[in-house]
Each structure stands twice: as C-alpha cells, then as structure tokens.
C-alpha cells in the first residue's frame, strides 16, 4: 500500500494583511464509511458511531485547530451514495455542497470518505464530488480491515488517476490520520489527473469509470470475513434468524431487571439518605419542605431507574456496534412487508426504544414521502427510555417477582417485554390502516449494506453511555426539576389561615379533581389525573410528579412511593395505567419534532388525538377485563 504522504506538497498561499481565509471542511461519504468517527476524531466531539447506514440525519458542526492554519469548521454531513437527492438526508448533503443551505456556509474543502473494504461500489461518489470543482481529499477509510482480510489497493496510483490526493487510513485507529491533518494544512499537493469525470447522469460510465480506476490503482477487494459470513448462516437463516432475535430481545429485558437491581438500590439508598441529610441540616421551613419535599421527592424519584435505562443503552448500544441490528432490519423487512413498510422502516423505529425524537429525524433515509409519514406517525409508539421508569415502578408496585422459566424469564420482565410488545403491536397495525388508506403508495425495495462484524470498543460505549447520562440528568434537572417546583407550590396554594391546604384542596388538587371525571372509568383517582397532566411535558415527569405528591405526604422513598401506589391503584388500575402510557403521546419534544419534520401542525395534531384516544380506550378495556378476572 502507498500512502498519499508521497504526494508533492505545495505551499500554504499567504494571507493578505488582515484577511482571515475562511476554512469550512465537508466530510462526505457513503453511510457506515466512517465518517462520524474521522468528524469525532478531528473535532473531538461524540457523534453517535452505530454500525448501520442512516445515523446522521442532520449536518454536525464542530471546530479544529491545527498549526499553521486557521480554525476550521468542519461538517458531518449525512451518508449519500450520490449527489443526486431521492430522500431528505440526500438532500441536506445536496444543500450544503450547492451552498443552498440556509445558515451553513458553503464548504471550500471536501473530505470524501469512503470504505476501502467496499471500493468498487463506493468509488462511483468520486466522480460527482470531484466534478464541484473543490480541493478534494478522498479518505480510505479502514484500511487496517483491507490488509487483515488480504486486500490491497496502491493509494498514489489512484490519485495520480483522479488528479486528487489520496490517504489511506483507519479512522477508528488513528493509522494515517497525519494525511488527513497535512491536506489541511494545504501540505499535499494535486497532481494532474490522468482520467476525465464521466457524464453524470449516465450510471453505467460512472460505474465503468470507478471499475477501471480501480484496475489501475490495482484494487484487490479483501475476502469476506470468515465470521461474517459463518455467523449470518444462524442470524439471518429464515428459522434462526427470527429465534435468535428474540432469545436477545428477552435477555435484554430479564437483565434490565435482575442486573440492574442491586444499583438501583444503592441509587434508592443514596437518594434517601441525602434527602434525609439535607432535612436536618436546613432549618424548619419553606425552603426546606420545597427542597425536601418538592425537588428531593420529584428529582430522586426518576434517579433511581436511571441503572436500568444505561443498561438498556448499554445493550442497544453492543448490538449497533457488533453489527448486529443492520442483520435485525433485513429479518424485519419481512413483517414491514405485510404493512406496507420496508426494511429500512425498522432502522427508525428501532431508534425509537432509546428516544423518539432522534428517530422521527432518522427517517429522513426514507426515499418514499408517504411510508417516511407513517414511519413517523407510528414512532412513538415505540416503547422509549422515558416510559422505562413509569413501567418498572408500576410492575416492582404490583407484580411480586417469580420465575416462569426458570433463571431465564421472571414475571417482571415478561410484563416489561408484553409492553414493549403491545407497543410495537401498536405500531404496526396503525401503519396497516395508514398504508392501506391515506398514505397508500407502491412497496419500494429495500437496500441494505451488510457491514462486517465488529468487536465493540469499551471506549466507544462508554462515551455512549456517559453522553445518556448526561442527557438523563439535564433532563432530570431541567424539566423535572421544573415541574416538581410548580407542583409543590401548587400543592401548596392557596394559604388557608396562613397555613399551607391539604393536597386535596389546593391548586394542583383542583387540576387533579377536574379531570378525574374523565379518567374514572379507567381506574385512577385524582392524584394519578395531575400526573397524567403534568406527563404531557414528558412522560418521565409522572414518576417525579407522584415523588412529590407522596414525598408532601411523607412517603420519599422508592418503597413508599410503591406503597402509596397499591393504596390508590387497584391491580386493574395498574394494568390499565401501564396500557395508557403505552399508547399515549406524551411528550412535548415529540410533538414538536414531528411539525418540524412533517412541515405543519395537521399530522402531529392528529398524532396526539388518535394516540390520546387510543390510550383511554386501550386502558378502560384493560381496566374491565381484569376488574373482570380479579372478581
């Protein structure tokens, strides 16, 4: 192999005086080609790395400073195959190239990144990419992967062919990232090229342009990896395929459960003590009882399943790496078939488990408008990390834990997972009816690239699982925080002879009882009716709405809050309480993601009414029924 440090370096031209030259660096390329990890490793922000095509949806921005030269913004931009947009990810990369992307300068530099181990199909990008007309460094990317697997290409060849420098590296190792570093610089130096760009719009010169460069640069295309190709004999085998999966699926759940228990404890335990603490430090009065009462109660509350939803990001998170779930969209591109969906469907909606919002922006991918509308209609359905809390505390609350097969399945994560299945049950007839009324269309074929397996780094699921944390505690200490404070004070007002209402009778008792009419019939009392309200902002916040309403009643606790819920829920109240919130919208972030992406308020309002109807509805059958059983 020859690496583009062989290349003639030209000068840097000098800056007039007081000119800053302005540096705005393009990473472009095909997805899962590496180009979040190089825009991580230049800019050293964390991108989210998944191994499967589709993950950046949106440009990223970051900056990098290098010696000699000016500080450089530098853009992520989502995987394209060509320049010509079929879906709205194509069309963002598309923008920005053109200059045509409101508040994004046009780039002047141009990363192409492309997959060393697949060059013979990714190689055509070159020629759209070049014809811009912009200094241009095409990046081999995993190069330690070609040579591992016996492949070979002579980079300097290729670049004296293209006329553009070349640089082979690993962008996840860091082999070669000098190269990358130097063309910044304006280091490398062009040579002149040897092949004429094909004609654009002729697909079959384009092909035969990228296949003889390849001949000429002496590409010999690395064999398959042998465990690739020994393992999706089992994963994708008709039989075994959809097995394996669910044997995952419920070891998942079972350990997000059993796992996750005894750091929840400790996070139950320090939550209360420190809640004690600052009871007795702080003098009796207001700003103890909102402190105590109010924040301690609500935040704490949430805190506690914070274990169990880094364990769930921690399993999603190895399988993403492995290259697993790229294997989980090709089995599932069988059931979106019998609803009018794809494959490439699943990738979305699969995203959904850890947060809607991300996943509704995924479905940029999605060429076909109208299957992109569906996927978004029924994304939140998708059981996500925010409904995580409210299922474990209702299920530890009401269903003692006991084994139905053996060390394998308990009774807890069996309910968990018939959640999670409801909800995705949920999903798919809703897109049936969709996809066979409003937004019928023809069935697209769904393209997949199989990436190899891969050995998930510590240090890549780390970060991963640092960022969530991050993101659960601004959470936890923005809206949360924001909504146990006007909670509290809502309890609390109007003053009754100088002294603080009973709960019953203050403000937030009155929002509680002039819903209770309406939520009666399912099984919940007032004080469930506040949370209910307050959970529209997110669907988390009625863990803490309930931590403050039982923490003003002295139960500040995980224990005491589960107490407190067997004495104003039924079991039948619980089970259709778990059924409400599997169904329901419940989230102002989504509401607000879905206008943006749908361009008005018609589908995110029809959304939230069928979702709201769906979920009273859902609940008092359930409500009925085991009223029913339990008689």
């Known amino acids: 192999m020859s690496a583009a440090e062989t290349l003639p370096a030209v000068p840097v031209p000098a800056a007039g005086p007081g000119e800053r030259p302005a540096r705005v660096v393009a990473v472009v390329g095909p997805p899962n080609s590496g180009k979040s990890t190089l825009f991580n490793r230049l800019t050293g922000l964390r991108q989210k790395v998944a191994n499967f095509p589709g993950v950046t949806v949106e440009q990223h921005v970051g900056k990098l400073k290098i010696e000699d030269a000016a500080e450089l913004d530098v853009i992520d931009l989502p995987g394209v195959y060509s320049l010509t947009p079929r879906s709205e990810d194509e069309q963002v990369t598309h923008?920005?190239?053109?200059?045509?992307?409101?508040?994004?300068?046009?780039?002047?530099?141009?990363?192409?990144?492309?997959?060393?181990?697949?060059?013979?199909?990714?190689?055509?990008?070159?020629?759209?990419?070049?014809?811009?007309?912009?200094?241009?460094?095409?990046?081999?990317?995993?190069?330690?992967?070609?040579?591992?697997?016996?492949?070979?290409?002579?980079?300097?060849?290729?670049?004296?062919?293209?006329?553009?420098?070349?640089?082979?590296?690993?962008?996840?190792?860091?082999?070669?990232?000098?190269?990358?570093?130097q063309f910044l610089r304006g280091r490398i130096g062009v040579p002149r090229p040897v092949e004429l760009l094909p004609v654009l719009s002729d697909i079959p010169r384009c092909r035969e342009w990228a296949a003889r460069l390849g001949e000429a640069a002496n590409y010999q295309a690395p064999a398959p990896p042998v465990w690739t190709r020994r393992l999706d004999g089992v994963f994708l085998h008709p039989v075994a395929g959809?097995?394996?999966?669910?044997?995952?699926?419920?070891?998942?759940?079972?350990?997000?459960?059993?796992?996750?228990?005894?750091?929840?404890?400790?996070?139950?335990?320090?939550?209360?003590?420190?809640?004690?603490?600052?009871?007795?430090?702080?003098?009796?009065?207001?700003?103890?009882?909102?402190?105590?009462?109010?924040?301690?109660?609500?935040?704490?509350?949430?805190?506690?399943?914070?274990?169990?939803?880094?364990?769930?990001?921690?399993?999603i998170g190895i399988l993403e790496d492995s290259?697993?779930?790229?294997?989980?969209?090709?089995?599932?591109?069988?059931?979106?078939?019998?609803?009018?969906?794809?494959?490439?469907?699943?990738?979305?909606?699969?995203?959904?488990?850890?947060?809607?919002?991300?996943?509704?922006?995924?479905?940029?991918?999605?060429?076909?408008?109208?299957?992109?509308?569906?996927?978004?209609?029924i994304a939140p359905f998708m059981t996500c990390s925010a409904r995580l809390p409210v299922y474990t505390l209702i299920i530890a609350a009401f269903l003692p834990e006991k084994p139905l097969f053996g060390p394998v399945l308990g009774t807890r994560a069996a309910a968990l997972l018939g959640l999670y299945l409801l909800g995705f049950l949920a999903a798919v007839v809703t897109a049936r009816v969709l996809k066979s009324s409003v937004l019928k269309s023809e069935r697209t074929p769904f393209l997949l690239e199989m990436p190899p397996y891969r050995r998930p780094t510590l240090?890549?699921?780390?970060?991963?699982?640092?960022?969530?944390?991050?993101?659960?505690?601004?959470?936890?200490?923005?809206?949360?925080?924001?909504?146990?404070?006007?909670?509290?004070?809502?309890?609390?007002?109007?003053?009754?002879?100088?002294?603080?209402?009973?709960?019953?009778?203050?403000?937030?008792?009155?929002?509680?009882?002039?819903?209770?009419?309406?939520?009666?019939?399912?099984?919940?009392?007032?004080?469930?009716?506040?949370?209910?309200?307050?959970?529209?902002?997110?669907?988390e916040v009625i863990v803490g709405t309930l931590g403050t309403i039982y923490g003003i009643e002295g139960d500040t606790d995980s224990q005491g809050l589960q107490q407190a819920l067997r004495h104003d829920l039924t079991p039948a109240g619980a089970v259709a309480l778990l059924v409400f919130f599997a169904f329901a919208m419940q989230c102002m972030s989504t509401i607000a993601v879905v206008r943006r992406e749908t361009g008005g308020w018609t589908w995110p309002a029809l959304q939230f009414a069928y979702m709201g109807v769906l979920a009273w509805v859902g609940a008092f059958v359930a409500f009925r029924v085991v009223t029913a059983l339990l008689a």
């Open 95 to 181: 923008d920005v190239l053109m200059g045509r992307m409101e508040g994004v300068p046009k780039p002047d530099t141009i990363l192409l990144i492309l997959d060393v181990t697949n060059l013979g199909r990714h190689l055509v990008l070159a020629a759209p990419i070049l014809a811009l007309g912009l200094p241009t460094l095409i990046v081999l990317n995993m190069a330690d992967e070609l040579e591992k697997r016996g492949g070979d290409v002579e980079a300097e060849a290729l670049a004296q062919r293209l006329g553009a420098p070349v640089a082979l590296i690993s962008a996840a190792s860091g082999e070669g990232y000098d190269t990358v570093l």
């Open 242 to 315: 959809p097995l394996v999966f669910v044997a995952v699926v419920v070891a998942v759940f079972q350990s997000i459960f059993t796992a996750a228990a005894p750091l929840m404890n400790l996070v139950d335990r320090a939550v209360s003590l420190s809640g004690g603490w600052i009871g007795r430090v702080l003098p009796d009065g207001v700003l103890r009882q909102l402190l105590v009462e109010g924040v301690w109660a609500g935040v704490g509350s949430v805190l506690v399943f914070l274990p169990q939803i880094l364990l769930l990001f921690l399993f």
């Open 323 to 377: 290259g697993y779930l790229a294997r989980a969209a090709l089995i599932a591109d069988r059931t979106m078939a019998k609803v009018g969906l794809q494959g490439k469907s699943f990738i979305p909606l699969l995203s959904a488990y850890a947060c809607a919002v991300p996943a509704i922006m995924s479905t940029r991918t999605i060429e076909n408008k109208r299957d992109r509308i569906a996927t978004i209609l």
């Open 459 to 539: 240090r890549q699921i780390g970060l991963r699982l640092l960022d969530r944390t991050k993101v659960f505690l601004q959470r936890a200490g923005t809206v949360i925080l924001g909504m146990s404070v006007v909670l509290w004070v809502l309890a609390h007002v109007p003053l009754k002879h100088g002294a603080a209402p009973e709960i019953a009778e203050s403000f937030a008792g009155t929002i509680g009882r002039v819903v209770e009419p309406v939520i009666a019939p399912l099984g919940f009392n007032w004080k469930i009716g506040i949370g209910l309200v307050t959970s529209i902002a997110a669907r």
